[in-house]
Every structure is written in C-alpha cells, then in structure tokens.
C-alpha cells in the first residue's frame, strides 16, 4: 500500500523542480510506534488489542491525523494514511505535518464502557508522542466527537494541564469548531467548483452519482443540491437508488439518520439496485466518499463518469491511475478533494490556542479561502506542466513539503561549505 501510494509522489517528482535527496527524505515515515493495550473487557476477560501510531513527516509543523478504529487496520495502512495526510496538509498551506493512528478491533463488538477504557488506553501508550505542538490527533473512522472528548480528558489526567489544542474533532462545548461536522463535505463541493473549468464537464449542473452517504458523503450532497446539482444515484453498504432528475436527498438523510438504507427512499420513479453498480451508472461525476481501492486497473474500463472526486482516501487505487487517463478521466485527487476536513481542525487548533471560539461563518470563510487557494495552486501546475489533477497535487505539495526540508540546508550547500 504504501510503496503504491509513495508511486504517485515519484511520479510528480518528474514535472517539478525538487531535488532528488529530498523526495528520497519522504521514502519513509519519521517514527511509527507500535503497542499492544490491554483491555479490561466488562465481563473480567483481557484483551490485547494491536494499536499504531505514525508521524510520516514533520517539516512542516506538529503532526496531524486521525485515529481509526477498525478490524482491518494495520501497520502498513497506518502509514500510508500518515503519508497521505503529509501530502494533504502540505497541499493545503496548513502548518502542519502528516500522521495517522489505529487500533485493530471491532468496535461493534465493544460496549460504551469497553470503547472508553479502550481509547484512554490509546492515549496512555501514545502519551509522549502526542502534544498540542508534536502530533495532534482526530476523529477517524469508528471514533467521533466523544472518542476525542476521553481522550482530552486523559490527557489532562497524564499530563497535569487541560489541553483543548492536543486533539480537534472535539464537542463544541469543549472547544470544537462550529461546522467541523460538514467541512469534508462542503470543502470537496467547493474543490469540485474550483477545478471545473480544469475538467471536461457540461456547463450547467452537473448530475453526480455518489457512492457513500455517511458524514462526509451526506454533507457534499447536500451542499451540491444548493448549488443547482442533482444527485442522480446514491449508495450506501446495502445497495443503490437512482432518479434521472435527482434525489430527495433530505428524504434520504431522514431515512439514515433513523437506521434506514438508501434504498428505502420511496421517491416516484426512484430504482433500486446493488450497492456495486454505482461505479457503473451514468453520470458526470462519480464521487466516491466510502471507502479505499473502489476503482481498480481491473473494473477502471466499466465506468461511465467524466470525472471522479475521490471524498474517501484513496478510493481510486493507484493501478488504475494509467487506465483512467487512457480513458480522458480526470480524477479530482484525495489530498485536495477532502481536505476540507484537515483545513477546519486546523482552524479548532486556532481557536483553542486563542482561547476563542469561531461563529460558524468565519469557519467556512477559512475553509472556502484554503480550499480555493489549493485548487487554483493544482490548476495553475496543471497548465503550466500539462499534467493530471493528481500528478499537479502531489507536485505542489511536494514543493512547498520540499522548501520546508531544503531549507535547513541542501546536499549542495553542505558541499559548497
Ligand atoms: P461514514 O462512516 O460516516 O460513512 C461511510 C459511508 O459509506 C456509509 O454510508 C456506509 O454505508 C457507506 N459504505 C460502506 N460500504 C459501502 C459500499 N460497499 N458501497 C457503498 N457505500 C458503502 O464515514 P465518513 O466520515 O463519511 O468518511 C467516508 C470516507 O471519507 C472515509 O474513507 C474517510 O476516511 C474519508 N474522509 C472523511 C473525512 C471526514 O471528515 N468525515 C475527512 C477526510 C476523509
């Protein structure tokens, strides 16, 4: 995984100018700490769960990312989200470094007290690498605004000091940022709009087919309804619902929100099928806001979008880059399309060292001035060097990642004493 994800950044290496020694300095993550917890299961019993953390890189500032809880979680996916996360920030102008945490379980499995004692268990074996100015952590997938509210509070128990700043995704009533909720979503419409004139799409709204409809797949739904788009298809683990002339996409938040699937939606004309032919549907935009590895060098040539704006990390895997742009099929990349997300906990990390909170609308002004600012910088590299949307965000990311690091001396300056 890693040594895939590492391809694309090797690949921007060739349209930018940054010395060799210096992308060689991003091969591999600073530091990954690996532990076992014990948990103390309610019924007496002992568990030893795996659990990582990875500061991928730090040139840039205090290390940033979030902490998955997941059976599949591993030391090699640990690291390839805290490179991508190195990417996304650098991408995003943000002073900050790339890191990711997990733990091997199944939080299904666990009750509320179990998932407690188990995230300040995280905490705990994690304590030295973390701090408001070393590594900052956040919600991920299975962890939320109360995972990040424990693990506050223990902190403040190691560390003898209540430190707002150590962890963003919080509760508002405890320093959270307003609208940390629908930045991911909202950041990857605004991202779209900025790059449109960079991809080949029809003039007026666009009819995008959306694969995922949690946290951050509703929210963009919502916001591209706003702006005159239509939502024609939309997926979620169960299955599949499509209408030509759009989804009532808060009939199908309402159905979520109480338990219920997409396909329960009772729209006249609505059809129903299996989640895995939302790849497959007519559109102009696939927009792909569930999981990794959807779209492979295997299934690549199935799919009828103009676009793809990648919500989830690493959706498109990077076998089928080459596929996808045989086919003219531009893909709006991970580190540009969600970083919506990363750019609103920094703006919490903000208010907490200020000791102020934000009213919600000067949050989404940051948010929308980064967002934009990142995809023009992508837009720019892309006509300049006649290159993919994902080949010019790596390549910006690099420079700015790679000005950091040379800035504290080059092999040609040590050379030239
Ligand atoms: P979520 O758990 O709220 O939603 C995930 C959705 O995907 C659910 O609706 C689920 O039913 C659906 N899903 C699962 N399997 C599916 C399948 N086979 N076919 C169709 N749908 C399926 O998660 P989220 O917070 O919305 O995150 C989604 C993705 O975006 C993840 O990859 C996450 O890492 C990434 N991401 C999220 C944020 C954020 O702020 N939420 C930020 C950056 C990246």
């Known amino acids: 995984m890693l040594s895939d994800a590492r391809q694309r950044m090797y690949r921007a290496e060739d349209y930018v100018n ?15 700490l690996a532990v076992s917890i014990p948990l103390r299961c ?28 997941h059976p599949s979680v591993c030391l090699e996916e640990v690291q390839t989200l805290a ?41 705990r074996a994690f304590a030295r690498q973390l701090g408001p ?19 506050v509070s223990e902190y403040a128990e190691l560390s003898g000091a209540i430190s707002p700043a150590a962890f963003t995704g919080k509760p508002v009533v405890l320093g959270g940022a307003k609208g940390r909720t629908q930045a991911t979503g909202r950041g990857a419409l605004i991202a779209l709009q900025q790059v449109r004139g960079s991809l080949d799409l029809p003039d007026d709204g666009l009819d995008i087919a959306l694969q995922g409809f ?16 239509r939502i024609v298809a939309a997926s979620d683990s169960r299955g599949m619902v499509r209408h030509d002339d759009g989804l009532d996409i808060e ?34 935009v696939l927009a792909l806001a569930a999981l990794g590895d959807v779209v492979t060098d295997e299934n690549a040539g199935t ?6 704006l990648e919500i989830a990390n690493m959706p498109v895997a990077p076998s089928a880059d080459e596929p996808l ?33 934000w009213p919600e609308d000067r949050v989404h002004d940051y948010l929308e001035d980064r967002m934009k600012a990142a995809a023009s910088e992508v837009t720019t590299l892309m006509r300049e060097r006649d290159i993919d949307m994902r080949t010019a965000a790596y390549g910006a990311a690099m420079i700015r990642l790679c000005n950091a690091i040379s800035s504290k001396g080059t092999s040609e300056d040590f050379r030239n004493g």
């Open 18 to 32: 940054v010395s060799d020694d210096l992308v060689h300095y991003l091969d591999y993550p600073a530091e990954t």
């Open 325 to 357: 742009r045989q086919a003219g099929i531009e893909v709006v990349p991970d580190i540009l399309a969600n970083g919506g997300g990363v750019v609103v906990s920094h703006a919490e990390w903000v208010q907490n060292r200020q000791g102020l909170g």
């Open 214 to 229: 949690g946290n951050a797949g509703s929210w963009f739904a919502r916001a591209a309804v706003k702006a005159g788009h």
């Open 42 to 69: 309610d019924d007496g019993s002992l568990k030893q769960l795996k659990a990582w953390r990875c500061r991928y890189n730090s040139a840039l500032g205090p290390t940033k990312g979030g902490i998955r809880f």
């Open 83 to 123: 490179f991508l996360m190195t990417m996304k920030c650098s991408l995003m102008g943000l002073p900050f470094g790339g890191a990711k945490g997990g733990v091997h379980v199944d939080t299904k499995e666990l009750s509320a007290l179990e998932k407690e004692r188990l995230t300040r268990g995280y905490v």
């Open 251 to 284: 009939a199908i938040a309402n159905l979520k929100a109480n338990g219920g699937s997409v396909t329960d939606l009772r729209q006249d004309g609505a059809e129903t099928a299996a989640a895995d032919q939302l790849i497959t549907t007519d559109c102009d």
């Open 303 to 308: 799919l009828a979008c103009k676009a793809i």
């Open 133 to 151: 100015d070393r590594d900052i952590p956040a919600p991920d997938v299975a962890t939320g605004e109360r995972e990040m509210a424990w693990m």
